[in-house]
Protein backbone atom coordinates (compact mmCIF):
# COMPACT_ATOMS: atom_id res chain seq x y z
CA UNK A 1 0.00 0.00 0.00
CA UNK A 2 0.58 3.61 -1.02
CA UNK A 3 1.94 5.39 2.18
CA UNK A 4 2.62 9.35 1.28
CA UNK A 5 3.95 11.47 4.02
CA UNK A 6 4.27 15.12 3.94
CA UNK A 7 6.92 17.29 6.32
CA UNK A 8 6.75 19.54 8.49
CA UNK A 9 3.20 19.47 9.25
CA UNK A 10 3.32 23.39 9.63
CA UNK A 11 5.53 25.74 8.40
CA UNK A 12 5.44 29.51 9.55
CA UNK A 13 7.97 32.06 7.93
CA UNK A 14 8.52 35.96 7.67
CA UNK A 15 7.46 37.40 3.79
CA UNK A 16 10.06 37.28 1.63
CA UNK A 17 12.04 34.12 2.77
CA UNK A 18 12.73 30.65 0.47
CA UNK A 19 11.24 27.63 1.29
CA UNK A 20 10.93 23.79 0.67
CA UNK A 21 7.88 21.31 1.99
CA UNK A 22 8.66 17.68 1.36
CA UNK A 23 7.10 15.01 0.14
CA UNK A 24 7.87 11.37 0.43
CA UNK A 25 6.06 7.75 -0.14
CA UNK A 26 6.98 4.34 -0.03
CA UNK A 27 6.33 2.77 -3.44
CA UNK A 28 8.07 4.49 -6.34
CA UNK A 29 5.95 2.79 -9.16
CA UNK A 30 4.22 6.14 -9.61
CA UNK A 31 2.88 7.72 -13.26
CA UNK A 32 3.28 11.22 -11.50
CA UNK A 33 2.82 13.38 -8.32
CA UNK A 34 1.09 16.30 -8.28
CA UNK A 35 1.37 19.17 -5.79
CA UNK A 36 -2.08 21.06 -4.72
CA UNK A 37 -3.22 24.04 -2.43
CA UNK A 38 -6.07 24.08 -0.40
CA UNK A 39 -7.40 27.33 1.05
CA UNK A 40 -9.90 26.70 4.25
CA UNK A 41 -13.08 25.48 3.44
CA UNK A 42 -12.04 25.25 -0.06
CA UNK A 43 -11.14 22.32 -2.31
CA UNK A 44 -8.02 22.05 -3.87
CA UNK A 45 -6.28 23.88 -6.63
CA UNK A 46 -3.80 21.88 -8.63
CA UNK A 47 -0.29 23.78 -8.55
CA UNK A 48 2.07 21.78 -10.60
CA UNK A 49 2.23 18.17 -11.43
CA UNK A 50 5.14 16.27 -12.52
CA UNK A 51 5.77 12.87 -14.55
CA UNK A 52 7.50 9.63 -13.58
CA UNK A 53 9.92 10.98 -15.85
CA UNK A 54 10.26 14.37 -15.31
CA UNK A 55 12.51 15.74 -12.83
CA UNK A 56 11.18 18.51 -12.00
CA UNK A 57 8.36 21.20 -12.76
CA UNK A 58 8.46 25.38 -12.71
CA UNK A 59 5.73 27.75 -12.47
CA UNK A 60 5.99 30.97 -11.66
CA UNK A 61 7.78 31.47 -8.13
CA UNK A 62 6.97 27.82 -7.72
CA UNK A 63 9.46 24.68 -8.51
CA UNK A 64 8.72 21.24 -7.62
CA UNK A 65 11.43 18.43 -8.34
CA UNK A 66 10.96 15.08 -8.31
CA UNK A 67 13.19 11.51 -7.03
CA UNK A 68 11.58 8.65 -7.45
CA UNK A 69 14.01 6.20 -7.29
CA UNK A 70 14.26 7.82 -3.30
CA UNK A 71 10.44 8.40 -2.93
CA UNK A 72 10.83 12.03 -2.77
CA UNK A 73 9.48 15.48 -4.17
CA UNK A 74 10.12 18.95 -2.86
CA UNK A 75 8.02 22.10 -3.22
CA UNK A 76 10.16 25.19 -3.29
CA UNK A 77 8.48 28.47 -2.99
CA UNK A 78 11.03 31.17 -3.76
CA UNK A 79 10.24 35.03 -1.92
CA UNK A 80 7.19 34.19 0.02
CA UNK A 81 4.18 36.17 -0.11
CA UNK A 82 1.19 36.56 2.51
CA UNK A 83 -0.80 35.34 -0.21
CA UNK A 84 0.84 31.70 -0.40
CA UNK A 85 -0.89 31.19 3.34
CA UNK A 86 -2.49 27.78 2.82
CA UNK A 87 -1.79 24.24 3.03
CA UNK A 88 -0.31 22.42 0.51
CA UNK A 89 -0.78 18.92 -0.16
CA UNK A 90 1.54 16.53 -2.45
CA UNK A 91 -1.04 13.03 -4.17
CA UNK A 92 0.96 10.31 -6.22
CA UNK A 93 -0.71 8.66 -8.93
CA UNK A 94 -0.49 5.04 -9.27
CA UNK A 95 -2.49 2.68 -11.50
CA UNK A 96 -6.16 3.45 -12.71
CA UNK A 97 -5.42 6.57 -11.89
CA UNK A 98 -5.70 6.13 -8.65
CA UNK A 99 -4.45 8.89 -6.34
CA UNK A 100 -2.75 8.95 -2.43
CA UNK A 101 -2.16 12.32 -0.64
CA UNK A 102 -0.31 13.14 2.08
CA UNK A 103 -0.97 14.85 5.38
CA UNK A 104 -0.30 18.32 4.50
CA UNK A 105 1.91 20.98 5.33
CA UNK A 106 0.03 24.09 6.39
CA UNK A 107 1.87 27.54 5.83
CA UNK A 108 1.39 30.78 7.17
CA UNK A 109 3.70 33.78 5.79
CA UNK A 110 3.97 36.63 8.37
CA UNK A 111 3.71 40.00 6.50
CA UNK B 1 -14.86 25.49 -18.47
CA UNK B 2 -16.73 25.86 -15.44
CA UNK B 3 -15.68 23.88 -12.71
CA UNK B 4 -16.74 20.84 -10.21
CA UNK B 5 -19.45 21.72 -8.87
CA UNK B 6 -20.72 20.58 -5.16
CA UNK B 7 -23.70 20.89 -2.74
CA UNK B 8 -24.85 21.40 -0.53
CA UNK B 9 -21.33 23.26 0.87
CA UNK B 10 -22.89 22.56 4.57
CA UNK B 11 -24.52 19.80 6.57
CA UNK B 12 -24.99 19.74 10.27
CA UNK B 13 -27.35 16.27 10.95
CA UNK B 14 -27.75 14.16 14.26
CA UNK B 15 -25.99 10.53 14.18
CA UNK B 16 -28.08 8.05 12.82
CA UNK B 17 -29.48 10.26 10.57
CA UNK B 18 -29.02 9.97 6.85
CA UNK B 19 -27.61 12.49 4.68
CA UNK B 20 -26.87 12.97 0.28
CA UNK B 21 -24.80 15.15 -1.38
CA UNK B 22 -24.11 16.17 -4.88
CA UNK B 23 -21.37 16.42 -7.55
CA UNK B 24 -21.52 17.30 -11.30
CA UNK B 25 -18.36 16.79 -12.44
CA UNK B 26 -16.45 18.76 -15.39
CA UNK B 27 -18.30 18.44 -19.03
CA UNK B 28 -16.44 15.19 -20.51
CA UNK B 29 -14.42 13.72 -17.29
CA UNK B 30 -14.61 10.47 -17.72
CA UNK B 31 -13.46 9.74 -14.19
CA UNK B 32 -15.27 10.87 -11.17
CA UNK B 33 -13.83 10.73 -7.31
CA UNK B 34 -15.27 11.29 -3.40
CA UNK B 35 -12.77 11.71 -0.91
CA UNK B 36 -13.51 11.95 2.79
CA UNK B 37 -11.56 14.37 4.08
CA UNK B 38 -11.47 14.65 8.35
CA UNK B 39 -9.83 17.61 9.70
CA UNK B 40 -6.03 17.78 9.74
CA UNK B 41 -5.62 15.12 7.50
CA UNK B 42 -5.11 14.34 3.61
CA UNK B 43 -7.77 13.30 1.06
CA UNK B 44 -8.77 9.69 1.45
CA UNK B 45 -10.20 7.98 -1.76
CA UNK B 46 -13.84 6.53 -1.07
CA UNK B 47 -14.47 5.70 -4.36
CA UNK B 48 -13.52 6.26 -7.93
CA UNK B 49 -16.01 5.67 -11.15
CA UNK B 50 -14.93 5.37 -14.58
CA UNK B 51 -18.07 6.36 -16.71
CA UNK B 52 -20.59 5.04 -14.58
CA UNK B 53 -18.62 2.06 -13.93
CA UNK B 54 -17.04 1.69 -10.01
CA UNK B 55 -13.16 1.24 -10.56
CA UNK B 56 -12.06 1.20 -6.78
CA UNK B 57 -14.80 1.33 -3.59
CA UNK B 58 -12.01 -0.40 -1.47
CA UNK B 59 -11.95 2.12 1.64
CA UNK B 60 -15.65 2.83 1.28
CA UNK B 61 -18.09 1.35 4.50
CA UNK B 62 -20.73 0.17 2.60
CA UNK B 63 -22.17 -1.15 5.65
CA UNK B 64 -22.95 2.59 5.44
CA UNK B 65 -22.11 4.30 2.88
CA UNK B 66 -22.90 4.33 -0.85
CA UNK B 67 -22.64 5.94 -4.21
CA UNK B 68 -23.82 6.31 -7.73
CA UNK B 69 -22.87 7.63 -10.80
CA UNK B 70 -26.16 7.57 -13.29
CA UNK B 71 -25.31 7.97 -17.15
CA UNK B 72 -21.62 8.81 -16.46
CA UNK B 73 -22.63 12.30 -15.00
CA UNK B 74 -23.46 13.54 -11.74
CA UNK B 75 -22.65 11.23 -9.04
CA UNK B 76 -24.51 11.09 -5.90
CA UNK B 77 -23.02 9.87 -2.15
CA UNK B 78 -25.17 8.95 0.17
CA UNK B 79 -24.59 7.92 4.24
CA UNK B 80 -27.04 6.06 6.08
CA UNK B 81 -26.56 6.22 9.02
CA UNK B 82 -24.35 8.95 9.74
CA UNK B 83 -21.87 8.23 12.77
CA UNK B 84 -19.82 10.95 14.46
CA UNK B 85 -16.78 9.99 13.06
CA UNK B 86 -17.99 10.69 9.88
CA UNK B 87 -17.81 14.46 10.20
CA UNK B 88 -15.43 15.82 7.59
CA UNK B 89 -15.15 17.39 4.37
CA UNK B 90 -16.43 15.53 1.89
CA UNK B 91 -14.40 16.49 -1.77
CA UNK B 92 -15.67 15.15 -5.44
CA UNK B 93 -13.10 15.04 -8.31
CA UNK B 94 -12.92 14.89 -11.39
CA UNK B 95 -10.25 13.94 -13.90
CA UNK B 96 -8.62 13.96 -17.86
CA UNK B 97 -5.39 13.31 -19.26
CA UNK B 98 -3.82 16.50 -20.26
CA UNK B 99 -0.45 16.77 -21.93
CA UNK B 100 0.13 13.35 -22.00
CA UNK B 101 -0.60 12.97 -18.16
CA UNK B 102 -3.35 12.39 -15.88
CA UNK B 103 -4.93 15.32 -13.77
CA UNK B 104 -7.86 15.46 -10.56
CA UNK B 105 -9.83 18.74 -10.39
CA UNK B 106 -11.53 19.07 -7.10
CA UNK B 107 -14.56 20.88 -6.42
CA UNK B 108 -15.30 22.95 -3.16
CA UNK B 109 -16.53 20.28 -1.04
CA UNK B 110 -19.27 19.84 1.25
CA UNK B 111 -18.57 20.04 4.96
CA UNK B 112 -20.55 17.76 7.04
CA UNK B 113 -21.10 18.03 11.00
CA UNK B 114 -22.65 14.92 12.77
CA UNK B 115 -23.59 15.96 16.58
Known amino acids: KQEVTQIPAALSVPEGENLVLNCSFT??????LQWFRQDPGKGLTSLLLIQSSQREQTSGRLNASLDKSSGRSTLYIAASQPGDSATYLC??????????FGTGTSLTVIP | EAGVAQSPRYKIIEKRQSVAFWCNPI?????LYWYQQILGQGPKLLIQFQNNGVVDDSQLPKDRFSAERLKGVDSTLKIQPAKLEDSAVYLC?????????????FGPGTRLTVT
Open chain 2, 93 to 105: ASGRIRDSSYEQY
Open chain 1, 27 to 32: DSAIYN
Open chain 1, 91 to 100: AVRRTGNQFY
Open chain 2, 27 to 31: SGHAT
